[in-house]
């Protein structure tokens, strides 16, 4: 870095959000740098499920998923689960998921929701074309699956909430299933196929490339440690883990599960918590997957990619600090070789990421209540890919002192400050 560079924009993190931000910022001439203490998306970004979701407007705390939540939080491999030693820690995030399910909150949620994707919808491809990758966008759609009729029924409501919000999905059996992905397990009595759906031919290229689009256009990189971001008059100050601070005019905090230590130097104590997500990558050529399957019952997906056959999903509210698991990554292979008979399940790579989570589903976007010059973008759980261009553009927006695209209030730092 040159001695005396001067930048408009400081981005704490390198994730696809961070990068994306950075990139739409250095497309309208400004002078961006981006610290993170790794690289570029090598944390949720790296082995994500690679989903364009617009269609997932449904919060995971819903009056559904509560019904659910006790049975599946005592099965430790379930698709919800806490490990029981985290259970004291994590009491008051639940306290807050359980109030988001009331009806009031899961509708405003959902509202919420619906806005930021219809705005993501509208910049994702754009932001991604501009940065020379519309070749890894699919447009295949996705599958929704279910083993018996209990099973389509429970997931009745949720598509009835998708219909009325104008998302387009074909409910198919019989020959329509098998037509859209062959070689399924005949306990799969029914589907819902939603054709709008996409996915990229792979996450951590795709964010990699957005990053790189960004710097060509005169971003910079710094792999750092951030320790901490203070209002400095009417400007913004990150001081680094080594002592060294740097101003600039805004400071944009898009560092994932780690925000949240961040935010709270500054005065906002938000309740962001970690989905630790799992996956194993399998070989090209292990199975003949059409399009990205979401198996609702068992809470995982299985997405076809360039690099291979990625099988992961599932919630396990675990923090940062706990090592990883991998026995969930093996259940979510054993089933899926049941579904799908004939998969090979040999050379697969097994992968764990933090996703960070906030207990209404919503992310943080907006100044923080320090400063505005000090602004947030975090807290997409596992839509983060999905939402990074529409988080871009309302960030490029208050940066700018433009109106924002959408109404930011449902998203506002503050909004935790009582739990009712």
């Given amino acids: 870095m ?9 981005v704490i993190g390198a994730g696809v959000v961070g990068l994306s931000t950075a990139f739409s910022l250095a497309e309208v001439g400004k002078r961006v740098l981006i610290f993170d203490r790794k690289g570029m998306a090598l944390e949720a970004s790296f082995g994500n499920a ?146 709008g759906w996409k996915t990229v031919s792979d996450p951590h290229e ?37 002592g060294e601070t740097l101003e600039a005019s805004h400071v944009v905090i898009a560092a994932g599960a780690w925000s949240h230590h961040i935010s709270r130097q500054l005065g906002d104590v938000i309740p962001l918590e970690t989905e630790r997500g799992y996956n194993t990558t399998l070989p090209p050529g292990a199975f003949d997957i059409r399009r990205q399957l979401v198996f609702d019952a068992h809470g995982f997906v299985v997405t076809p990619l360039s690099t291979g056959l990625r099988i992961g999903g599932a919630v396990e509210l675990g923090g940062l600090k706990a090592g990883p698991n991998f026995r969930r990554s093996s259940i979510m292979l054993e089933k899926t070789k049941h579904f799908l008979p004939g998969l090979k399940t040999e050379g697969g790579l097994q992968w764990m990421g933090f996703r960070p989570s906030l207990p209404d589903s919503l992310p943080v976007i907006g100044p923080s209540t320090r400063s505005p010059r000090i602004l947030y973008a975090f807290g997409h759980g596992h839509l983060g890919l999905t939402q990074s261009a529409a988080t871009a553009r309302l960030v490029r927006d208050l940066v700018l002192g433009q109106p924002a695209a959408i109404d930011l209030a449902p998203f506002r730092a503050d909004r935790f400050r009582t739990w009712m």
């Fill in 50 to 195: 690679g989903a364009l979701a617009f269609s997932d407007i449904l919060p995971l705390a819903s009056p559904r998923i509560m019904r659910q939540a006790l049975k599946w939080l005592v099965d430790p491999l379930g698709p919800l689960s806490v490990p029981p030693l985290y259970f004291p820690r994590i009491a008051p995030w639940l306290l807050r998921f359980w109030r988001a399910s009331w009806r009031d909150r899961y509708e405003a949620s959902i509202l919420a929701q619906v806005a930021l994707m219809e705005l993501a919808r509208d910049e994702s491809e754009a932001l991604i074309g501009r940065a020379g990758l519309s070749h890894a966008i699919r447009s295949d759609g996705v599958l929704h699956l279910y083993e018996n009729e209990a099973q389509r029924a429970a997931a009745q409501p949720g598509w009835l909430v998708r219909e009325r919000h104008g998302i387009a999905f074909e409910p198919v059996a019989g020959a329509r299933l098998a037509e859209l992905q062959p070689g399924l397990s005949q306990q799969f009595v029914a589907g819902c196929f939603v054709p």
């Fill in 2 to 10: 040159s001695e005396g560079a001067s930048f408009d924009v400081i």
């Fill in 206 to 242: 795709v964010a990699v490339g957005i990053g790189k689009a960004a710097l060509e256009r005169g971003a910079m990189l710094r792999i750092v440690e951030v320790a901490g971001v203070e209002r400095a008059g009417v400007r913004a100050r990150v001081v680094l883990s080594d």
